[in-house]
């Protein structure tokens, strides 16, 4: 091969995709299997999706040190197989901030990372087969066409609700013709403060309303010289005495990796080794790429000893400055059930879901959305040039990932959830670091929150929790706060419960780039001090993103 690529997630399956375009014979590697199901097909089963043992990676990270004995096990799925973790997301589809791509451009000083350098590739991926069929949605005036699915069916209380919370202008384009284009305010997606529907990536025409993405893309694609391997676990990159990768040695086996649920059925795996003539390029993500290279002996130095590692290559800062957004819930419940989706049971047996029925035979009902009713930005001071809050609602009942969350969705059909997302949080503390080297054990991971930034970030999130509260607590239906309940009246409450409940899950920032002594990666993408070794997924970034 000429290149290998560890990770079939959509970074990984791309740049596979790139190489092999332009007639480079490519490797993919992937640790997971090429497995899809209702779950993962579906848009409204989203959830089921997170608890699938045959993609399902359940990490547990620690949220504060060790010596504090607080929350020193959080639930944080990510899934295996071809597709990555897109193929059990929730499948939002929101454009990054101006403000991003100008960071990018400053530290890298290559314009090719601009606004509109990005859109150029943009509209080589996004998907146009709608084109002729349905309205076409564009962002801005520039920006490729996204394939929509309907949103919820009719329903009067849910109608009223959206109604109350967004106004009248934005609840016209929720159930006039679906979700084919944007309000006024969601034009500019996250450069704007204001409501808006927040688009998904599903195809309600070639494919029956399904989640469609990169895993869909690489499977359609012919004549291609890709090499696909699934259940194959990256042990670590061979590099040569000129300090040149030249391959990968690996463990072959399903399962193997300890962060799935069915690892104890595994065996041991088969070891074996394979070499590439040009390059390898780590797309394993911000837990994995850092845990391979500290493997391959690439890291801190004093780390990598005590893990009995030879160091290779000094680089501190691989694994360090990992952080991820603050997310935090605030649940309402209402005094009857929705009855869009009062009988639907979230369940893979058609036969006894009639939404699932629905979904199947029409393309449409409840299961054709992801469940998102809107999305609102917003400031959490005057002060601020841009928005720094994203606050979702949805007619569910969810308090993050943790074991039971299922349930409450299927139990607890009349609830309202405002999902308060912080951006451009101030807190880069987090850290994954190896547990041993065994490459089958997860590694350490520790977001430390709040170690960081607290006097900035805390203070948003309370001001977006009093918004959330504001809106949910004024609709005209009878409601009842469950969370965070009206004993938590003082901002001091409201910051010691965003401290015991927020989590997160877009985790980046592990495999930096930069030229500064703890950086990881060059702005070419490149591993300092090795040749032919790059890094190509969210690890990447120095801040997150969007």
């Not at 290149?3 to 480079?24: C, D, E, N, R, S």
């Not at 897109?86 to 290559?110: C, E, G, P, W, Y």
């Not at 309600?204 to 012919?222: D, F, M, N, T």
């Not at 503390?429 to 997860?442: H, I, T, Y």
Request: glycine residues 8%; aromatic residues 8%; hydrophobic residues 35%.
């Amino acid at each position: 091969f000429d290149y290998i690529v560890v990770g079939a997630g959509p970074t990984g399956i791309m740049t596979a995709m790139g190489l092999a375009k332009a007639g480079f014979s490519t490797l993919i590697i992937e640790a997971g299997t090429d497995n899809v199901s209702l779950n993962t097909t579906v848009p409204g089963l989203n959830f089921q999706s997170l608890e699938d043992e045959e993609i399902a990676w359940n990490y547990h990270v620690k949220h504060y040190p060790e010596n504090t004995g607080k929350r020193q096990s959080v639930l944080y799925p990510r899934s295996s197989g071809v597709g990555g973790c897109s193929i059990h997301n929730a499948m939002i589809h929101v454009m990054a901030n101006s403000r991003d791509f100008k960071q990018m451009v400053d530290l890298t000083k290559d314009e090719g990372w601009s606004e509109e350098s990005f859109r150029k590739y943009y509209n080589r991926i996004t998907f146009t087969d709608m084109m002729d069929v349905v309205p076409v949605m564009k962002v801005m005036n520039h920006f490729g066409p996204l394939n929509m699915a309907n949103l919820l069916s009719p329903d009067l209380k849910l109608i009223d609700v959206i109604e109350q919370i967004v106004g009248k202008s934005l609840l016209t384009s929720f159930t006039s013709k679906g979700l084919n284009q944007l309000s006024e305010a969601g034009k500019a997606m996250t450069d704007i403060v204001g409501d808006m529907q927040v688009p998904y990536n599903a195809d309600p025409i070639a494919h029956g309303g399904s989640r469609y993405g990169v895993r869909e893309h690489l499977l359609e694609a012919k004549n291609l010289p890709i090499t696909i391997w699934t259940n194959t676990l990256v042990s670590k990159v061979i590099l040569d005495n000129e300090r040149r990768a030249i391959g990968v040695e690996y463990l072959k086996g399903k399962h193997l990796y300890r962060a799935s649920p069915r690892s104890s059925q595994s065996d041991s795996g088969t070891p074996g080794v394979v070499h590439c003539r040009k390059e390898v390029i780590l797309s394993a993500g911000t837990f994995n790429t850092p845990q391979i290279l500290m493997l391959s002996g690439i890291g801190d130095t004093e780390h990598l000893r005590q893990k009995g590692i030879k160091p290779l290559i000094n680089l501190p800062g691989v694994g360090k400055n990992l952080h991820d957004r603050y997310e935090v819930s605030v649940n309402y419940e209402l005094d009857s059930n929705f009855k869009v989706t009062e009988k639907c049971l979230y369940s893979t047996d058609a036969s006894k879901d009639p939404c699932l029925k629905q979904f199947l035979e029409e393309g449409r009902g409840p299961y054709a959305s992801n469940g998102i009713l809107s999305s609102r930005l917003s400031k959490s001071s005057d002060n601020l040039e841009e928005a720094d809050l994203f606050t979702l609602t949805a007619a569910a009942y969810f308090t993050g990932y943790r074991a039971g969350m299922l349930e409450d969705i299927l139990n607890k059909k009349n609830t309202m959830t405002m999902l308060v997302l912080k951006a451009h949080g101030n807190n880069r503390a987090g850290k994954v670091q190896l547990n041993s080297k065994n490459p089958r054990d997860m590694p350490d991971i520790n977001f430390n929150y709040f170690e960081e930034g607290a006097d900035k970030d805390l203070p948003a999130i309370v001001k977006g929790i009093k918004d959330a509260r504001q809106r949910l607590g004024s609709l005209n239906s009878g409601v009842r706060e469950l969370l965070p309940g009206p004993q938590v009246k003082t901002d001091d409450q409201i910051k010691e419960y965003v401290k015991n409940t927020a989590w997160g899950h877009h985790a980046c920032g592990t495999s930096r780039m930069g030229t500064d002594k703890m950086s990881v990666i060059d702005t070419k993408f490149r591993v300092h001090g090795v040749s032919g070794l790059r890094v190509a997924d969210l690890s990447i970034f120095p801040n997150l993103p969007g």
